[in-house]
């Protein structure tokens, strides 16, 4: 019997999470300088871009500018923020050339919408910087490694993201009882403070707290994984997936066990 693939390769993972992601800092290498605040984006092509105002240690840089860039992917979650990945791009800077600034800009405004990005469309002063990849180090949840510039470059974020995204956003506002109940009965135990943590061809994640945490007051959280028979091969098979899991017939649970 062939097993469903639990989980997207990791070139894919890692640059859904960036797609999805926002700089935090910007190291310069060997300035001796500690890591700066940053605002940008992710471009189409996974490249970290950096929104630059004056007076900021990148804005006046020459070119190929050795630099590190923290890129952290974030969900919503009872009103905070919660990180879901952090991935620190290293490379070198580029200027985005003139013909592709305002592509760049709207791809970037998608996930990070910014009001200076409009002025760095009309000869600055802010200025749009990119950083071309030399290596990517991933730390998401109890996975952490390092990918080079080929396999991170050549590889796409999972293809049905955005339609995910909104899948997501509705059942935790609006079925987190039927999530809850659906995670217990899988699991043969309770699952409390249940949220849709991720969601791609390949399955779901869900994040509810670990087992006596609620009472503990321990706060430990627990990431249960649930992949599909086979990869949705469609938006509109992703979501049938999904009610399969929220809203099952009796005997499909039966089944499963």
């Known amino acids: 019997m062939q097993h469903p693939v639990a989980a997207a390769p990791i070139p894919e993972r890692v640059r859904t999470l960036a797609a999805m992601a926002a700089p935090t800092h910007v190291s310069i290498a060997e300035a001796g300088l500690p890591a700066c605040p940053a605002r940008g984006g992710v471009d189409a092509q996974g490249r970290p871009v950096l929104l630059l105002k004056p007076g900021e240690a990148l804005y006046g840089s020459a070119s190929e500018t050795v630099v590190t860039v923290d890129l952290m992917a974030t969900r919503v979650v009872a009103g905070g923020e ?29 996930a990070c919408p910014d009001e200076d990005l409009f002025a760095a ?15 990517v180090v991933y730390l998401t949840g109890q996975e952490s490694g390092l990918l080079d510039a080929d396999d991170y470059l050549d590889a796409r974020p999972d293809p049905f993201l955005h339609a995910a995204e909104r899948m997501i956003r509705h059942i935790n506002e609006a079925h987190r009882d039927q999530l809850a ?11 409390a403070d249940a949220w849709l943590w991720e969601l791609d061809r ?54 499963g066990r």
């Open 82 to 110: 919660k990180a879901r990945g952090l991935l620190k791009v290293r490379g070198w800077t580029q200027s985005v050339p003139d013909d592709e600034l305002r592509e760049t800009a709207i791809a970037i405004a998608e």
């Open 121 to 135: 469309l009309e000869d600055g002063p802010p200025r749009l910087v990119r950083v071309d990849v030399a290596h």
């Open 202 to 255: 390949y399955g779901a994640t869900i994040k509810s707290a670990a087992p006596g945490a609620e009472s503990s007051g321990a706060g430990e959280d627990r990431f249960i994984r649930l992949p599909w028979p086979i990869p949705a091969a469609s938006p509109q098979a992703l979501e049938y997936a999904l009610r399969c899991l929220l809203f099952p017939r009796p005997h499909d649970h039966a089944r």
């Open 181 to 191: 109940l659906a995670t217990a009965v899988l699991m043969g135990e309770p699952a």
